[in-house]
């Protein structure tokens, strides 16, 4: 009889225990969850367990290639929305402009700045009334100046809206955010892809700023548009280069340009 009463409460707490495990599975964080989490500074997974695609604690080959960047981490919550686990992977180019936004968000790149009031429907007097620099002359102050109306006009109005700016203020704009820093760059770089996606700018200014923002990471670049004094920065599957181009309206690489192409 009482072994008859163990083996029912052994099945008993079994199955209550598969009913909670099925009830509270561990959910993994979409990419917009995760960014939101780190402007709202609630990103935090430093008591949650790092294991591989197997499932398993992860070992020195592993920690290694985590380390060199080799490796993508993909973050489960429970049902009260707290950070249990992180699964790596292989990471895949897609995965890169995550990673970067999460290192550069992760530092808070605006905080530095405070804000300044903009008319959004004048920036087209604003921009020309204050007119970026880019050469030689270029000194700190006006960077930081520069800087903190770029950080403004994006908080306050979002990218330039074509309907009240010109398309060459919008692309001189464009240049100004990309080059600004890479941090800031990484945080607009959404509102950069919608803009694109609407419509708004023509693809190969997403393929720019996408290419700027991985080679500024030490990451290979995917159009082969930035080119250094020592020629072209390194391109992944360089030998389909003009194909990806011709994909966004980019015209094709000179031969000489891809054979120079530079290596890591």
């Known amino acids: 009889m009482k072994y008859t009463i163990s083996v029912f409460y052994i099945i008993l707490f079994g199955c209550l225990s598969c009913n909670s495990t099925i009830k509270n599975p561990l959910r993994k964080l979409s990419p917009e969850e995760i960014l939101y989490r780190i402007e709202k500074k609630t990103f935090v997974y430093a008591y949650a367990s790092f294991v591989n695609q197997e499932g ?9 290639a985590l380390n060199n960047g080799d490796l993508m981490k993909d973050y489960y919550v429970d049902f009260e929305g707290d950070i249990k686990e992180v699964r790596v992977r292989p990471i895949q180019l897609s995965d890169q402009f995550l990673e970067i936004q999460i290192r550069e968000l992760s530092k808070d790149v605006t905080k530095e700045f405070t804000q300044v009031a903009v008319n959004c429907r004048e920036l087209e007097a604003t921009l020309r009334l204050k007119p970026f620099i880019n050469d030689d002359r270029y000194n700190t102050v006006q960077d930081s100046l520069d800087r903190q109306l770029v950080v403004s006009i994006m908080e306050q109005c979002g990218f330039p809206n074509k ?20 941090g800031i760059a990484s945080k607009y770089y959404p509102m950069i892809r919608e803009v694109v996606k609407n419509k708004e700018l023509h693809p190969k200014f997403l393929a720019m700023y996408q290419d700027r923002l991985l080679m500024s990471h030490g990451y290979p670049q995917i159009y082969g548009t930035q080119i250094g004094r020592r020629g072209l920065y390194e391109v992944t599957d360089i ?20 054979k120079g192409a530079q290596k890591e």
């Open 239 to 258: 030998e389909n280069v003009n194909k990806r181009r011709d994909a966004v309206g980019l015209k094709p690489l000179e031969q000489s340009k891809i």
């Open 56 to 64: 398993m604690p992860l070992n020195e080959a592993n920690k290694t």
């Open 163 to 182: 309907a009240l700016v010109s398309n060459e203020t919008r692309v001189f704009f464009l240049y100004r955010l990309l080059y600004s820093s890479s």
